[in-house]
């Protein structure tokens, strides 16, 4: 038998009776349809990967001294390789 | 007694392949609000049913009426594709962060709906349990064979799932004493 541990759950059943979901209206997957599913996600916003960078100023001064020290750090790599 | 989606399977099953259609015209609400609720994706709850009924016609034969509800039989497929499917997004996550799609969750911060808030926030084994017992009226059998967990796991996480639901939503319960 199944006790039903609601039984006593008054506020907590009023609460989830109160969490409807709206059903939308799609049809069953005619199959073979995967690349639509690949685009929807390719498609679908995703976060900037650079805004915690863009969103300070000391932020901003290290994406533009990267490239610049990037290019310090290969040069210094290729002075140890070939002088 | 059979319900009419279980009379409607075994048509498939015979032959008809119209009674499919009536079997997604039936359960396809109860599986979407499932997963739904589960995940608050509407876009990945969409797929999930879809993929669940594409596996139905690949394996209409491997069900038994014997055995249970078709209605359970297809909460058990989608609850499998489920987990299979946030694993990989877990996964690619992990990879690559940046790629991975906003939520609407994400998207609308003014949403105020507190319950829906307090099930996501429940551990996912102790969701999918209440979920099944509260919205689609399961018996602890028919949950411990959809989610392949033992009848007695199902009722001590059942427990433990609604003292965590008012446990989060102390505040409102509070609240309701006091007016």
């Known amino acids: 038998m199944n006790h039903d541990?609601?039984?006593?759950?008054?506020?907590?059943?009023?609460?989830?009776?109160?969490?409807?979901?709206?059903?939308?209206?799609?049809?069953?997957?005619?199959?073979?349809?995967?690349?639509?599913?690949l685009i929807n996600?390719?498609?679908?916003?995703?976060?900037?990967?650079?805004?915690?960078?863009?969103?300070?100023?000391?932020g901003v001064a290290v994406l533009k001294l990267a490239p610049l020290m990037g290019m310090a750090a290969i040069s210094i790599i290729q002075l140890f390789f070939f002088l | 007694m059979i319900e009419r989606a279980d009379e409607l399977m075994i048509a498939y099953q015979n032959g008809d392949n119209?009674?499919?259609?009536?079997?997604?015209?039936?359960?396809?609400?109860?599986?979407?609000s499932f997963i739904y609720r589960y995940t608050r994706d509407q876009q990945l709850s969409i797929d999930i049913v879809q993929d669940t009924f594409v596996k139905l016609q690949h394996?209409?034969?491997?069900?038994?009426?014997?055995?249970?509800?078709?209605?359970?039989?297809?909460?058990?497929i989608a609850y499998r594709?489920?987990?299979?499917?946030?694993?990989?997004?877990?996964?690619?996550?992990?990879?690559?962060?940046?790629?991975?799609p906003i939520t609407k969750d994400?998207?609308?911060?003014?949403?105020?709906l507190?319950?829906?808030?307090?099930i996501v926030s429940l551990p996912g084994k102790q969701r999918a349990v209440i979920l099944l017992f509260y919205y689609h009226d399961m018996k602890h059998e028919e949950i411990a064979e959809i989610l392949s967990i033992p009848k007695g796991t199902v009722k001590?996480?059942?427990?433990?799932?609604?003292?965590?639901?008012?446990?989060e939503l102390e505040g409102d319960f509070n609240e309701s004493r006091s007016l």
Not at chain 1, 41 to 58: C, G, M, V
Not at chain 2, 59 to 76: M, N
Not at chain 2, 106 to 112: G, K
């Open chain 2, 59 to 76: 394996y209409k034969h491997h069900y038994h009426p014997g055995k249970g509800k078709i209605k359970s039989y297809l909460f058990q």
């Open chain 1, 41 to 58: 996600f390719l498609a679908s916003p995703a976060k900037d990967p650079i805004e915690p960078l863009i969103s300070t100023a000391a």
């Open chain 2, 18 to 32: 119209d009674a499919l259609g009536g079997i997604y015209t039936l359960l396809k609400p109860a599986l979407y």
């Open chain 2, 156 to 167: 001590s996480r059942l427990h433990t799932a609604i003292q965590s639901l008012k446990v």
């Open chain 2, 106 to 112: 994400e998207l609308n911060h003014t949403d105020r």
């Open chain 2, 81 to 100: 594709l489920l987990i299979d499917k946030l694993n990989r997004r877990k996964k690619w996550r992990s990879f690559m962060p940046f790629l991975a």
């Open chain 2, 114 to 118: 507190t319950i829906r808030e307090a």
């Open chain 1, 5 to 37: 541990p609601f039984k006593k759950e008054l506020h907590l059943r009023k609460k989830l009776d109160e969490y409807h979901v709206e059903i939308p209206d799609f049809q069953m997957k005619p199959k073979g349809k995967r690349w639509e599913r």
